[in-house]
């Protein structure tokens, strides 16, 4: 069955550690991207990928960096510099850039 | 910069009540108006695509329309496993290839 997988499904880290969300899917996707999920806000883009070994910063940057060394790969890593990292993390992959974007069960993470 | 409002915020519904969710929508030229559904917990499941005004799309009892301004999301004879979030979201011509997600209607449909 093709899709985005990620893991795990929750996470909890102290305030101050550095914490990495994975996303592999195997739908052959060229484009990748993360969203965070607020309550009463709509998804935000964090950062996307068009192609391996390339990124692209979305609106929420700061406080977030990532890596696509592999096509099927688009790990996050939430640093102790995001000012409320509390939040639920969503990766979602494309064709390209010009089409839907399908996504993944999420991650909710908690930082206390 | 582009905006998408959604409305109603909720809606219940008897099942078997027909109604329609609306998606009202500001860009710099629309290059895709994208309809999702979400399941508490979960992540978003693709349902439409709509690239242009009087494009229609339908599966099951949902049918998306399109205007120069909106989208309605209609619903027909709903059943409980219709209740979810849905949402909306645009991608414009100009900027970064980003989707812009409106804030969701969320649907309950009562047995």
């Known amino acids: 069955d093709g899709g985005i997988t990620q893991s795990p499904k929750y996470l909890f880290r102290k305030e101050g550690q550095n914490v990495t969300l994975s996303c592999e899917q195997n739908?052959?996707?060229?484009?990748m991207y993360w969203y965070r999920q607020d309550p009463g806000q709509g998804l935000r883009l964090i950062y996307y990928?068009?192609?391996?070994?390339?990124?692209q910063k979305g609106d929420i940057a700061e406080g977030y960096s990532v890596s696509r060394e592999k096509k099927e790969s688009f790990p996050l890593t939430v640093t102790s510099a995001q000012k409320n990292p509390t939040a639920f993390y969503l990766c979602a992959s494309s064709i390209d850039l010009n089409y839907e974007q399908y996504f993944g069960p999420g991650t909710r993470l908690t930082v206390t | 910069e582009d905006q998408v409002t959604q409305s109603p915020e909720a809606l219940r519904l008897q099942e078997g009540e027909s109604s329609s969710l609306n998606c009202s929508y500001t860009v710099s030229g629309l290059r895709g108006l994208f309809w999702y559904r979400q399941d508490p917990g979960k992540g978003p499941e693709f349902l439409f695509t709509?690239?242009?005004a009087g494009e229609e799309k339908e599966k099951e009892r949902l049918k998306a329309t399109l205007t120069k301004k909106e989208s309605f999301l209609h619903i027909t004879a709903p059943k409980p496993e219709d209740s979810a979030t849905y949402l909306c979201?645009?991608?414009?011509?100009?900027?970064?290839?980003?989707?812009?997600f409106g804030t969701g209607t969320r649907l309950t449909i009562i047995p």
């Open positions: 709509l690239y242009s």
């Open positions: 979201a645009v991608r414009s011509n100009f900027g970064n290839e980003k989707l812009t």
């Open positions: 739908l052959n996707h060229d484009a």
């Open positions: 990928s068009q192609i391996v070994n390339d990124f």
